[in-house]
């Protein structure tokens, strides 16, 4: 047996979550793998896995395990990196996440530039709304919006975003703008999957010394799955919608939508750059956060800008 290998595998299962997706990753058949995972614990004299029809989890020894080799993995993929000059010059594979609509928004114009940049990087983006974990999936660095609380990760503060209140001005006129929150009864309103339940809205309440969240029932006049369709039908004047300021301002700018309710926005919600903290950065890295940073801090002030916060 190549404990080596053997040992590849193993991580390989462990970080896919299964013997097919790790076949698929490491371009082995699976029944390979499975070979590989079976002599390696063999030798071992443990069980690494738990194994169903359905499902395959680490055991306990299979988790102190997995720590270790990992720890040796990435350092050999790190010294293969330093030999190969990842670390003298911008080049290889870098794989980023973002949520989904700032990625598509935001995120990937931006990278789209630093390619033209940098001939020699690849770049691959997870666009997705689930947090990943980067370390465990190998990802680069990740946008995140949303407090971070305690984490291992490095974090460059990009800016921040809001939840705000739209109409168009052709219902604003036929239906008149809302004052506070109680008229929001009078008023039609459009709900999507992503801000929870449909008619319920959060807005904040602004006091003196704090901010308070309201649940605030609303009459919805449709729904939708995602933002960007809630937004068409508010841009077709069919009713109120929520959305996050990035979201939105396009729309502003372009005077197809108009804020509302303004003092109930939100509280800021921070958006970062974050990536796992560790000894060496490999210059195709810090390339992609030197060359991201500032132009998505620029990107989310002119988002705070068109919203009317400067």
């Not at 690494?48 to 020894?61: Q, S």
């Not at 799955?225 to 372009?254: D, K, N, R, W």
Request: aromatic fraction near 6%; charged fraction near 20%.
């Amino acid at each position: 047996m190549d404990r080596f290998d053997a040992i590849t595998a193993f991580v390989a299962v462990a970080r896919a979550g299964g013997f097919s997706a790790a076949g698929r990753t490491l371009g082995t058949p699976v029944a390979n793998v499975s070979r590989k995972v079976a002599l390696l614990e063999d030798a071992l004299g443990v069980r690494l896995f738990v194994r169903t029809t359905r499902h395959v989890a680490l055991t306990e020894a299979g988790k102190r395990y997995f720590e270790a080799c990992s720890r040796v993995i990435d350092a050999l993929r790190d010294a293969d990196e330093e030999v190969t000059g990842e670390y003298r010059q911008p080049k290889g594979d870098l794989v980023v996440t973002a949520p989904l609509g700032f990625g598509q928004q935001h995120l990937q114009p931006v990278v789209h530039e630093f390619l033209r940049a940098y001939p020699q990087v690849n770049v691959h983006l997870q666009l997705s709304d689930r947090v990943v974990a980067l370390v465990d999936e190998h990802v680069d660095c990740a946008v995140r919006i949303g407090n971070l609380g305690d984490s291992s990760l490095v974090a460059r503060e990009l800016g921040a975003v809001r939840v705000v209140v739209c109409a168009s001005p052709d219902y604003l006129a036929a239906r008149g703008t809302p004052p506070d929150l109680a008229a929001l009864a009078d008023h039609d309103c459009i709900s999507w999957t992503g801000l929870g339940p449909h008619r319920v809205w959060t807005l904040t309440v602004r006091r003196a010394d704090r901010c308070t969240d309201a649940q605030v029932p609303v009459r919805v006049r449709t729904s939708t799955t995602t933002p960007e369709s809630a937004l068409q039908a508010a841009i077709a004047g069919l009713g109120l919608v929520q959305a996050t300021s990035y979201q939105v301002a396009p729309h502003v700018a372009a005077g197809r939508l108009v804020p509302v309710l303004t003092a109930h926005d939100s509280e800021p919600y921070p958006v970062t750059l974050v990536y796992p903290g560790k000894r060496l950065i490999p210059l195709k890295l810090r390339a992609l956060l030197d060359f991201a940073s500032p132009r998505l801090v620029q990107r989310l002030a002119d988002v705070e800008a068109v919203m009317g916060r400067r």
